[in-house]
């Protein structure tokens, strides 16, 4: 079984930063990609990042430049930096992995972009 779990939302002012984690855990498989998603409430569950094993990235056009996706060297834990937020990246954030195992989502965690 893996488990996902993220961490590193909150409250933060607009042009601020915060960093989301994604601990990645459970028992042998091969990842393809890591990548967030975003929820706003009354939206439809939105993609803003991936990030495959073979090294390639992808954004959101509303995040380019601002946000960025990475991993640790061994995938144990994804990341998403997110500079100068804006209002409207106020969501639920939610990691997701695909793997030979399929694929699997986090809890979500909130981030509030409000002054």
């Known amino acids: 079984q893996v488990q996902l779990v993220e961490s590193g939302g909150g409250l933060v002012q607009p042009g601020g930063s915060l960093r989301l984690s994604c601990a990645i855990s459970?028992?042998?498989?091969?990842?393809?990609?890591v990548s967030w998603y975003c929820q706003s409430p009354g939206k439809q569950r939105e993609l803003v990042a991936t990030?495959?094993?073979?090294?390639?990235?992808t954004y959101a056009d509303a995040v380019k430049g601002r946000f960025t996706i990475s991993t640790d060297n061994a995938w144990n834990t994804a990341y998403l930096q997110m500079n100068n937020l804006k209002a409207e990246d106020t969501a639920v954030y939610y990691c997701?992995?695909?793997?030979?195992?399929?694929?699997?989502w986090g809890q979500g965690t909130q981030v509030t972009v409000s002054s």
């Open positions: 997701h992995l695909d793997t030979d195992r399929g694929v699997y």
């Open positions: 459970g028992s042998t498989f091969t990842i393809y990609a």
């Open positions: 990030h495959g094993s073979h090294g390639t990235t």
